[in-house]
């Protein structure tokens, strides 16, 4: 009879799966069909048999996407990781992560990370940026994995999926993952040592927790060109809030264009000039912007 399984691990030539009912990972073997035409990636849905140690892949099944870095298929949510100090906010690159990974076809959400490190002023900007992001219309999440602050939300909001964590480095995703997870990345099996003798993740590793998710981690980075996946005039579709205002022209781009509800709310500080700011940045356009103090 075949078994149903979700490919954890996809490190090299070995692929890892773990089998429904069944808490171990056997070495998947692609037969057939799926060796001569599939590649598989960490997050593919497999069927097949196990045979001793072995399951023998007959089938992948249909994707629902794939992200290129880090190769991983099936991808529900990504866990946008942020920080307001240590590393300094960068709301650009939190921008445009949010518009390529749903551009990608995964739901985002906001972590803002180590809020154990923020006092009086500090969160209350923090209060402001949260109450940007929720008004975008994506999960905001406040997360120490000092204080374990957050942890348990996560696991709520992401029940059942397929996450990975994405954001700059030394935000606080792998130990965002350890306190989910309760794993420490074993570096020799999904790590090599960078020049600078940093470990860096290369592998791809999806570790189960909470109620029925896999969770995969990535090394941090620091910039993100939109325009390389995403079409200029499809940026905006990306920026949920701004379909809330009308504009004469359908197609309004929220530049040039004369009776612009975008702008006009911009003006009249119904919408976050911060964000409306990444848009244009992201699209390489620059206008006066009124923008009330
Ligand atoms: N104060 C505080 N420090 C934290 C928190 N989370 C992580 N850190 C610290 O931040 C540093 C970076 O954490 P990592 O988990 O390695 O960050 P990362 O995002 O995985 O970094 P890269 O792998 O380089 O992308 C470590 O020294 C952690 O101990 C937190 O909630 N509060
Ligand atoms: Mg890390
Ligand atoms: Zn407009």
Same mark, same amino acid.
């Given at each position: 009879m075949n078994r149903i399984g979700i490919v954890v691990e996809r490190i090299a030539q070995f692929i890892g799966v773990m089998v429904e009912g069944d808490d171990k990972v056997y070495r998947g073997v692609p037969k057939g069909k799926v060796l001569k035409k599939t590649k598989i990636y960490a997050g593919d849905r497999v069927a097949g048999k196990i045979v001793g140690d072995v399951f023998s892949i007959e089938e992948v099944f249909e994707r629902k996407n794939v992200l290129?870095?880090?190769?991983?298929?099936?991808?529900?949510?990504?866990?946008c990781v942020v920080t307001?100090? !240590?590393? &300094?906010?960068d709301n650009y690159l939190l921008d445009s992560l949010l518009v390529v990974y749903e551009h990608a076809g995964t739901s985002p959400a906001v972590i803002f990370n180590k809020v154990d490190l923020l006092e009086g002023e500090e969160l209350q900007e923090l209060q402001a940026w949260v109450k940007t992001y929720e008004e975008a219309g994506y999960p905001v999440i406040k997360v120490s994995t000092v204080t374990g602050e957050g942890i348990e939300d996560i696991k709520d909001l992401v029940e059942g999926e397929i996450c990975i964590l994405a954001g700059?480095?030394?935000?606080g995703k792998s130990s965002i993952l350890k306190a989910l997870t309760?794993?420490?990345?074993?570096t020799s099996e999904v790590s090599e040592k960078t020049e600078r003798g940093r470990h860096t993740t290369t592998g791809v590793k999806l570790i189960p927790f909470g109620k029925g998710s896999f969770l995969g981690d990535t090394p941090g980075f620091s !910039?993100? &060109?939109?325009l390389n996946f995403v079409r200029k005039k499809d940026?905006?579709?990306?920026?949920?809030?701004?379909?809330?205002f009308t504009c004469?022209?359908?197609?309004?781009?929220?530049?040039?264009?004369?009776?612009?509800g975008v702008k006009e709310a911009l003006k009249e500080g119904k919408l976050s000039c911060d964000r409306f700011k990444s848009y244009l940045k992201m699209i390489k356009e620059y206008i006066e912007l009124e923008c009330p103090q």
């Open positions: 290129v870095r880090p190769p991983v298929a099936n991808v529900d949510r990504t866990l307001l100090k !240590k590393p &300094e906010f700059p480095s030394g935000v309760g794993a420490e990345l074993r !910039k993100v &060109e939109v940026v905006k579709n990306y920026f949920a809030e701004f379909s809330r004469r022209y359908p197609d309004c781009t929220h530049t040039k264009e004369p009776d612009c």
